[in-house]
């Protein structure tokens, strides 16, 4: 038994962080956030650290919200979203990319991707859970991984490889203790992509040592050349896959926050408990305008794609052309060129290029191992702007010497 | 027409000033390619000319614009196209349409002012032979032209830096 004394040593808090959970108190703040604060006083900037289209919703999309406002549509929905909305996912789904889910219960829609993530890792992680996380990559599912107890195990990948994962790298990390392997192709910040061919290795293994893998597939309509491979596509891996997407990157609807999910019943209708007792469902004006996106939106998507695929050509020849090496990314709106012969540390190459020639990009160290010595840079901006941005960056490595 | 020269168009469209070097980088194409494409659109009165989209209600120029309905019995052998000849070669004439409806051509009628109009209307359309009717409607406002829209507008509300 503790005595009075004893207990009022215990929870002496000296300051208002020691309230917090340690899981909370100890994740390392975003990288990407320091940045944003750089960035956000300085004017006259051409900004290539953008990570979201450039293009506005179609006005169809958006017309179909307000619609929907007008007549009143302003309620919950189930918390699964709209049955016709998870119909026409799964068709779109098939469609595109050949995986098959039944709407009733085996997708649900969510506030964005990032719901999605936040949820696959907390139904499926207990503390000292291994989770699996190819790096560069997106910068939320390692401490989301931690918030949740589990352990991120980075596995780094390298631009001799396309940035690609391999099964070596990813054997040479697993344990006894794993249980995740998040997967994040077409990916942020590489642009790098996984083939058909590339994924076999790696689904061999994930059902060897009966891994789960959330594929974060939210950039699969971004591809240049080749069209998306879901790892959830491959034989056997259906059930050991979540597979998370959404409307924003290839419908340009980020600020609508809409996503969803698609696996196994089981493993969504646990992840289906935790959104209904924290958010509910997904906003109802969202979940209409998602709907008309994928009744009547795939050609504008496919216009965009085109888009962004003439920029992406001019970007890479561009930082060739100016000896910055650029390895050819094949997915997603990011290049992610190396800037280790500079001498400079990524961090210090993007503050000096926003002071001094007034072009932000992100450092590549933010977003984990294998990211130092390169920038990413997004393609999401007009013609005019990146042929500027291009030319700040020459003067800036000839006025470096470089 | 192939491919590459619809997208050429597009993409032309869109900014005429983009140069062969940059285009045969967007498309992926060897530079001459495009050359010669450009040159054949030219040649063939495809791309008819490069000009500048202008928002003239922003200057001191206080030009007025109208829009006129026309009606008109067509001429034996000719159809419509001889009249609309005689209407499109006058230089206060930018833009002329045979239209279905109504009515049978449209005529963008553009004038120093009000009263040059009115008597461009009556001296010199009202009175060829075969314009049975007129309906002058003038423009008060351009919002948006050739798909481009004229009103100044914040377009790019996305924060700076993002994940």
């Keep these: 038994m503790i005595d009075q004394d004893q207990m009022k040593t215990a929870v002496k808090r000296t300051s208002m962080t020691d309230y917090l959970s340690p899981l909370v108190r100890n994740i390392p703040p975003s990288g990407i956030r320091k940045f944003f604060d750089l960035v956000s006083g300085s004017k006259d900037i051409i900004s290539l650290g953008v990570g979201e289209p450039d293009f506005v919703t179609p006005w169809h999309v958006r017309e179909a919200a307000v619609q929907s406002l007008e007549r009143g549509r302003t309620t919950y929905t189930p918390n699964a979203g709209l049955p016709e909305l998870r119909e026409a996912i799964a068709e779109y789904l098939f469609n595109e990319f050949n995986v098959k889910y039944e709407p ?19 139904a499926l992680i207990a503390p000292g859970d291994e989770v699996l996380i190819p790096e560069p990559c997106y910068v939320s599912y390692s401490p989301i991984a931690a918030i949740t107890g589990g352990v991120p195990v980075g596995i780094e990948t390298f631009a001799k490889d396309k940035f690609k994962l391999t099964a070596d790298a990813l054997r040479a990390r697993l344990t006894p203790r794993s249980k995740v392997l998040i997967l994040c192709y077409p990916n942020n910040p590489t642009g790098g992509i996984m083939e058909y061919e590339d994924l076999l290795p790696i689904a061999k293994l994930v059902e060897e040592h009966d891994l789960i893998v959330i594929s974060d597939e939210i950039y699969a309509e971004l591809t240049y050349g ?13 059930d050991r896959t979540i597979l998370v997407s959404g409307f924003s990157k290839a419908f340009a609807m980020t600020g609508w926050r809409l996503g969803y999910a698609c696996g196994h019943p089981d493993l969504i ?12 469902c997904a906003p109802v004006m969202s979940q209409i305008a998602a ?37 050819e990314p094949q997915g997603a709106f990011y290049a ?21 020639a007034k072009v932000a990009a992100v450092p590549g160290h933010v977003f984990g191992l294998g990211g130092e010595g390169f920038i990413r840079c997004s393609y999401a901006t007009s013609v005019s702007q990146l042929t500027e941005a291009l030319e700040r960056i020459d003067r800036f490595l000839r006025k470096l010497g470089v | 027409m192939d491919e590459l020269k619809l997208k050429l168009l597009e993409l032309l469209k869109e900014d005429a000033r983009r140069s062969p070097e940059l285009l045969a980088t967007m498309l992926d194409q060897p530079e001459e390619r495009i050359r010669q494409a450009i040159r054949e659109l030219e040649e063939d009165h495809i791309i008819v000319k490069y000009a500048t989209v202008v928002n003239w209600s922003k200057t001191t120029d206080e030009k007025v614009t109208a829009l006129i309905e026309v009606q008109i019995t067509p001429e034996r052998g000719r159809g419509f196209d001889a009249i609309a000849e005689r209407i499109y070669l006058h230089p206060q004439v930018k833009s002329v349409y045979l239209m279905s409806g109504a009515y049978d051509l449209l005529v963008e009628v553009e004038g120093k002012n009000l009263k040059e109009v009115a008597s461009f209307v009556s001296e010199k359309l009202s009175p060829i032979d075969r314009v049975l009717s007129t309906k002058t409607h003038f423009i008060l406002k351009k919002y948006k032209q050739d798909g481009i829209i004229f009103e100044d507008r914040e377009d790019d509300h996305r924060l700076q830096v993002s994940p």
């Design chain 1, 104 to 122: 009733k219960n085996e997708v649900m829609v969510t506030i964005g991707g990032s719901e999605a993530i936040d949820l696959a890792l907390r």
């Design chain 1, 226 to 238: 080749q069209k998306h491979v879901s790892i959830a596509s491959l034989p056997g891996m259906k």
């Design chain 1, 269 to 280: 209708y646990a992840m289906l408990k935790i959104h209904q007792y924290t958010v509910m």
């Design chain 1, 291 to 327: 709907y008309e996106a994928l009744k009547h939106g795939l050609e504008e998507k496919d216009r965009m794609v085109e888009s962004y695929n003439q920029r992406r050509r001019l970007i890479v020849k561009g930082f060739r052309e100016i000896g910055l090496d650029c390895h």
């Design chain 1, 336 to 356: 992610f060129p190396s800037i280790q012969r500079t001498g400079l540390s990524s961090e210090q190459f993007c503050e000096r290029l926003l002071y001094e």
